[in-house]
């Protein structure tokens, strides 16, 4: 028999635990809410799990459930996992919408989690969408990705990070027994294509020739590509970026850490042509949009493809990010600025911890030059 009553539990007020034997124990917090907790040991190893609120559950079920803790784990079994089994496991698309929904606070935009739903929904759930996340094996998932892994390479590694992710969570929770094998399944599937490893660039030396070409029309996608040129900023800085964050009697762009790669506020030193593409913006601003390069719609952001298509109808077959390594080879080619102002103009993040530790200012006063002289460099046909 137990050391406890069903009248002790009821009484119990005072902060603290209350032992029943073979350790189940009533844990009373100071707020004078209960519950019920195990303690199991075996080799040497101590662990406790909680049986669930006083309130609903009695003692006589609590000591059902603290013998069955015991008995799971004298026969080598991990009770959480078991407790999970008993509650019912997860298919992988209900696992993959509690996935989304803890992650979606975490992404900055909502096409991150559109392109996660569009390459589960196309690949994953056709052949795991309805199968048991304790079921799901390394052969099933190699051959979800065999299908598509040389015919679309990118994508077939999207849906591999991917699935490994949701059944990280669904181990994590319990639901499985071990860790899918994504290392074993790729070291299954055939070499992949080498990537191409840089976006294609435009030539630094044939910028300056053609900033004038730019600028023989004016629409807000010419505007918004001559400023991130001149900025070194990525495409979705500048697609995004609002009045609210320049200050053009200072010269400066503030982009929240929010709509950085790294996650870090950017502050960006604009040179004179810069300020003018602001002021010109301001001049056409859209009534109640906040917005400085707004799309075709009026008050939503351009497209990520409307400065790709502008280049096309130029006949230019660079990228908008590959002005981004224009600016970087020039700046190691024809200048004498140092590399670290460079890369933080560039905010990319220093991998190097020590060499981080030494880059905790942003450089700011050595980035303005650096970017007045790019500015000079660009616009030198115009």
Request: proline share 4%.
């Amino acid at each position: 028999m137990g050391k406890l009553s069903a009248t002790a539990v009821k009484a119990a007020t005072r902060p603290g635990k209350l032992g029943d034997g073979d350790g189940l124990y009533l844990v009373v917090k100071p707020s004078g809410t209960k519950s019920w907790m195990v303690r199991v040991q075996k080799n040497g190893n101590r662990r406790d799990f909680g049986l669930g609120s006083a309130s609903k559950i009695s003692l006589a079920i609590a000591r059902e459930r603290a013998r069955e803790v015991r008995t799971w784990v004298e026969l080598g079994l991990d009770p959480l996992f078991e407790r999970r089994k008993a509650e019912g496991i997860p298919t992988f698309r209900e696992a993959a919408a509690k996935v989304l929904a803890q992650h979606r606070a975490t992404w900055r935009n909502e096409k991150h989690e559109k392109q996660w739903i569009r390459t589960l929904e196309a690949y994953a759930f056709p052949h795991l969408g309805n199968v048991q996340v304790n079921d799901i094996t390394g052969p099933m998932i190699r051959n979800v990705l065999a299908e598509i892994w040389l015919a679309k390479p990118e994508t077939a590694r999207r849906v591999r990070q991917r699935i490994g992710t949701v059944l990280d969570w669904a181990y994590a929770s319990g639901y499985r027994d071990s860790e899918a094998p994504m290392r074993a399944i790729t070291k299954g599937l055939p070499r992949q294509p080498k990537k191409e490893g840089h976006y294609a660039a435009m030539a630094y030396a044939k910028v300056p020739d053609f900033i004038p070409r730019l600028r023989e029309r004016e629409s807000y996608s010419r505007l918004a590509l001559e400023f991130a040129i001149l900025t070194g900023a990525r495409s979705g800085e500048v697609r995004h970026a609002v009045f609210d964050e320049f200050d053009l009697d200072e010269k400066l762009w503030t982009i929240p850490k929010e709509r950085m790669k790294a996650n870090r506020e950017h502050v960006v030193p604009l040179c004179d042509r810069a300020v003018r593409i602001i002021e010109r913006c301001m001049e056409l601003r859209v009534r109640n949009c906040e917005l400085v390069f707004p799309g075709m719609r009026g008050r939503k952001a351009m497209s990520d493809m409307t400065l790709t298509k502008l280049l096309r109808e130029m006949k230019e077959s660079c990228t908008v990010h590959g002005f981004r390594s224009a600016f970087r080879d020039w700046a190691s080619e024809e200048t004498s600025h140092q590399s670290d102002v460079a890369e933080a103009a560039l905010a990319h993040v220093v991998k190097d911890k020590t060499e981080a530790a030494y880059r905790r200012g942003n450089l700011l006063e050595k980035r303005k030059l650096l970017m007045e002289d790019w500015a000079a460099h660009c616009c030198k046909g115009s």
